[in-house]
């Protein structure tokens, strides 16, 4: 199947002693990924990710894996629906998100 739109969650526990290992698997998936958001919540030790991610389900699935196998990081994912149009996102009303700039 061909690659679809989608999203990664991402929370570290202890961000000092796992996020470098997270920033290294998220390098060696860099082609994949569209969009990083990445938010430090040192109130809690922690640190939440976001990514936005054009991929089929085999490579969503090695990225998920690898990131899930790191003690303290918990990995949450989607991928748009494969009857989407152009692999845009679907709306609540059912609706597919706007094209982008200069696609019809």
Do not use: H, Q
């Not at 082609?31 to 990083?36: G, M, S």
């Amino acid at each position: 199947m061909g690659k679809r739109l989608g999203f990664v969650g991402i929370i570290i526990e202890n961000r000092k002693e796992s996020a470098s290992k997270v920033n290294t698997i998220l390098s060696e998936f860099g082609d994949i990924i569209v969009a990083r958001v990445g938010l430090p919540y040192k109130e809690k030790n922690c640190c939440v990710i976001t990514l936005i991610v054009d991929a089929g389900t085999d490579e969503l699935g090695a990225l998920t894996g690898k990131l899930g196998k790191i003690e303290g990081v918990s990995v949450k994912s989607a991928l748009s629906k494969p009857d989407c149009p152009s692999g845009r996102p679907i709306l609540p009303a059912g609706r597919p998100a706007l094209p982008a700039d200069g696609e019809k």
